[in-house]
């Protein structure tokens, strides 16, 4: 039997997938994960613009005031915040804590419930902690077609 860890990452790569090429991007994607990049969202518009992410699924999360409130693995938030030539982002996907709403099917519709939400944590303080890092990401910050050409706005002068 597949482990729900890795039915969480599969659903999450759908859900990016599924905005990336619907907001008419590409995505190119690493032949492995050595350097904590799960992928490369690129834009040909205006020229090849590229802006790397990590995605992260989870079920443990604090919704407080306008943002989410994650807590990662300090190596994975270490290698966000190192400053770089090109954008890097971390892809938060929520899902529901009951595994059996993680995908809703029927004959007219396939649902990936709940939603993803992105964050540049780039210029950020390195951090010491042992474990893990609370980092905040806005909820304003879809994962959608609208937020991915607002985060390329955002990242790509």
């Not at 518009?45 to 699924?57: C, E």
Request: aromatic share 8%; hydrophobic share 40%.
């Amino acid at each position: 039997m597949v482990s729900d860890n890795i039915i969480q990452e599969e659903l999450s790569n759908s859900y990016v997938r599924a905005v990336i090429f619907d907001a008419a991007f590409n995505l190119a994607l690493p032949v492995k994960d050595v350097f904590g990049i799960d992928g490369t969202i690129v834009s040909m518009t205006g020229g090849i613009n590229r802006v790397d992410y990590q995605l992260k699924a989870t079920t443990r999360y604090d919704l407080s005031g306008n943002e989410i409130r994650y807590d990662l693995r300090v190596e994975d938030y270490n290698r966000l915040v190192r400053e770089d030539d090109l954008p890097r982002v971390l892809i938060l996907y929520l899902m529901p804590s009951d595994r059996s709403q993680w995908l809703i099917q029927s004959q007219s519709e396939l649902c990936l419930m709940e939603c993803a939400y992105w964050v540049s944590l780039m210029g950020g303080a390195p951090s010491h902690n042992d474990s893990t890092v609370r980092v905040s990401v806005p909820i304003a910050n879809v994962f959608d077609r609208n937020g991915l050409h607002n985060m390329f706005r955002q990242l790509i002068p």
